[in-house]
């Protein structure tokens, strides 16, 4: 299901309200995990900290729309709008109804789709605005068997433009896909300690 959207841009919160938001996204995350613990990854967003982190590999410049997976309750969405995404760029795929509805709202212009991005050409029902400059992935991956996460990335990477990232974050030490030198690039992060738990950024580029 497609969101309606707007073109109207809606102002962004003040500092002073960014923590009332936090603790309101806390909550619904919190909320949703305990009713659904199995699809969700996280109980809480990520941190400002890691977010920006995951938006800085993103090129603003590079043509194209922008794909999120599991934007929940949009602090990734946000990082990449303050790095310069404009809202009428980004596609978020997103299984939360509820998140849906809030990112429609916090994201005007943006195309906010319910679905299940681990089923990327089911998701996108043939409008996949090919090529895109960037898909970031919030997905719990590591809650996943190893070839559904392979065919995530691969089904990413065809959509891609040469060159554009795939970009996941991960709590583990390891690649949440392992390295393959035939068919793509990974690069990562330091870890970033000013998230819960602490996370890496990991950023794979077809070969």
């Not at 590079?62 to 404009?86: H, I, K, N, Q």
């Not at 212009?109 to 029902?125: C, H, K, P, S």
Request: charged share 20%.
């Amino acid at each position: 299901m497609v969101c309606p959207t707007c073109r109207m841009r809606m102002p962004q919160p003040s500092a002073a309200n960014r923590p009332k938001l936090r603790f309101d996204d806390e909550v619904r995350f919190l909320s949703s995990w305990l009713q659904k613990p199995g699809e969700m990854g996280a109980v809480s967003p990520s941190s400002r900290a890691l977010a920006r982190a995951i938006a800085a590999e993103v090129d603003p410049g590079t043509a194209g729309p922008v794909l999120e997976l599991g934007p929940g309750t949009g602090a990734v969405t946000a990082a990449l709008v303050e790095r310069g995404v404009v809202h009428e760029r980004l596609v978020l795929i997103e299984f939360n109804p509820q998140f849906c509805t809030l990112l429609a709202k916090r994201f005007p212009g943006a195309t906010v789709i319910e679905g299940d991005a681990y089923n990327l050409r089911t998701a996108l029902n043939g409008g996949e605005q090919m090529p895109y400059a960037a898909i970031v992935s919030s997905l719990p991956l590591m809650m996943k068997p190893l070839p559904t996460r392979l065919r995530l990335l691969d089904a990413s990477l065809r959509l891609l433009a040469p060159g554009a990232p795939f970009i996941q974050f991960s709590y583990a030490v390891a690649a949440p896909i392992p390295p393959r030198p035939h068919r793509y690039r990974i690069h990562s992060s330091p870890r970033i300690w000013r998230n819960l738990p602490p996370a890496r950024v990991w950023v794979y580029r077809a070969a």
